[in-house]
């Protein structure tokens, strides 16, 4: 299966990337870290794009053929409890107005599965109040288009464990049967 990554270079981003080619899967790794695509191996194509901007709905609507799995993993890290203006104005940018512009890019294309990094309901952060708008929009969008949606409700990813459990549930979604919101 072909499987675009949004945040393919970033922290989750590269286990996501790793294990889903180790499974033999086609994978697009977008991402606007340009500098970190060295990272990736040869058998991952990158794709600079900054969901950030309103050009990246065509950069990426072409990858998203008929049957492509898309897993939106792009964002912001969290800096902490509560955010200042600036981080609070990026976190809306990226993670919910970053996310309307990646399903906007999957719109009528015969997208297969929509895998989305949200945060766990029990965080309480200006980070994790603007993920879960953005997963609002993710299954709005599956219900539109008819297709499959698994939120993972992630909690911060501060240990190797956390992250790596979080890997894991995301190439899970993508192989299962599973849909809603998936607890990491």
Do not use: W
Not at 127 to 142: C, L, N, Y
């Amino acid at each position: 299966m072909k499987v675009v990554v949004t945040g393919g270079t970033g922290q989750l981003g590269r286990r996501v990337v790793d294990g889903l080619v180790a499974a033999g899967h086609t994978v697009v790794a977008a991402s606007r870290a340009r500098g970190s695509f060295f990272r990736l191996g040869p058998d991952v194509r990158a794709l600079n794009v900054d969901i950030t901007d309103d050009v990246c709905v065509n950069v990426l609507a072409p990858e998203l053929e008929s049957g492509t799995a898309l897993v939106h993993l792009a964002g912001y890290p969290p800096s902490g409890p509560s955010a200042g203006p600036s981080e609070r104005a990026l976190y809306v940018e990226t993670h919910v107005l970053g996310t309307m512009r990646v399903l906007d890019a999957a719109r009528g294309r015969g997208v297969a599965v929509v895998v989305y990094a949200s945060a766990a309901s029990s965080l309480d952060t200006d980070h994790a109040v603007t993920k879960r708008a953005g997963e609002d929009h993710v299954f709005a969008f599956g219900a539109e288009e008819n297709v499959r949606v698994v939120s993972l409700a992630l909690p911060e990813l501060k240990t190797v464990d956390a992250v790596d459990r979080a890997a894991r549930a995301a190439e899970l979604a993508l192989g299962g049967r599973v849909s809603g919101v998936l607890a990491v």
